[in-house]
């Protein structure tokens, strides 16, 4: 599944060709994704202008003048094409201004587009119970200190839920985790002040890095100009069971399941 950098990469390069523009056109494929396109789009999007382009966790954001949101989420293979020089049949929606045209392809179906007013997107329900972005200020040391405060269940686990920090997945909480020294298996209650300390700019260093890099490109993504990101060479523990810390601390990279998912860690430098 695309994961936060991969969507802040779709939004800034869709962002490049669509902010500002009318919309001309929209045209839909199919009734619908995951679930049925909103039955209001075509009309409400159909002439309007894009007033800017923005993501919430994985889910990105198009706002037009006429006070509504377009919001899509990318699901396990969806993505933008722009200007794409033949029709795909995944192409599921269709915009066109006057000098582009974008292509929602998403082969699996497991995205979804909603339509929501610009006023109400704090409380739409998908929205309303996640926590802080970890790009922004409200990703704090004392905010981890008190969403953690008690919890048995692991420090992996915690930093996964939607509704601590909004975005983070499976890829980006084990770079994060390693560059901070800390075992996933850790009860997040346990997880000390320093550490804490640590890992909140841990966070935003491998997602930035990431975001500069274009994303992972695992499976099917790609940026919507169709070029793939490169993070995936460079990550220090994700895919590397068995490989060498690169601490050079002589610890090998393990892999364990944790809620139904892969998690790689050194147990020598990760406490």
């Known amino acids: 599944m695309p994961e936060l950098p991969e969507v802040e990469t779709t939004v ?3 962002a490049r060709f669509l902010d500002g523009q009318r ?17 209001e789009l075509v009309q409400v999007m159909t002439g309007a202008q894009v007033t800017g382009l923005s993501r919430r966790a994985k889910y990105g954001l198009i706002h037009i003048d006429r ?42 179906r497991f995205g979804s587009v909603d339509l929501v007013r610009c006023d ?12 802080p972005e970890p790009l922004g200020p409200g990703l704090t040391a004392a905010h981890l200190k008190s969403a953690f405060r008690g919890k048995v269940q692991s420090v992996k686990l915690c930093l996964l839920d939607q509704r601590i920090v909004a975005g ?7 770079e994060a985790l390693w560059r901070a020294g800390i075992h996933p298996r850790k009860a997040a209650g346990k997880v000390t002040g320093p550490q804490l300390n640590r890992l909140v700019p841990v966070i935003r260093e491998v997602l930035e890095a990431s ?35 690169r601490r050079e601390d002589e610890g090998t990279i393990r892999r364990i399941a944790q809620g139904g998912r892969s998690t790689w860690f050194c147990p020598k430098c990760q406490r």
């Open 12 to 14: 800034r390069g869709l």
């Open 23 to 39: 919309i001309e056109r929209v045209a839909l494929n199919r009734p619908n994704l995951r679930r049925p396109f909103p039955p």
């Open 67 to 108: 006070g509504w949101a377009m919001i899509f989420h990318l699901g396990m293979s969806g993505r933008w094409r722009i200007d794409p020089e033949a029709p795909d049949r995944h192409d599921h929606l269709i915009i066109e201004t006057a000098g582009h045209r974008f292509a929602l392809c998403d082969p699996r």
């Open 120 to 131: 109400a997107l704090d409380a739409w329900p998908q929205f309303a119970a996640l926590g």
């Open 168 to 174: 983070l997945g499976n890829i980006y909480v084990c």
């Open 211 to 245: 975001i500069a890099d274009g994303g992972s490109t695992l499976r099917d993504y790609a940026a919507p100009n169709g070029e793939l990101g490169y993070f995936a060479t460079r990550f220090d523990v994700y895919g590397r069971e068995g490989e060498p810390c």
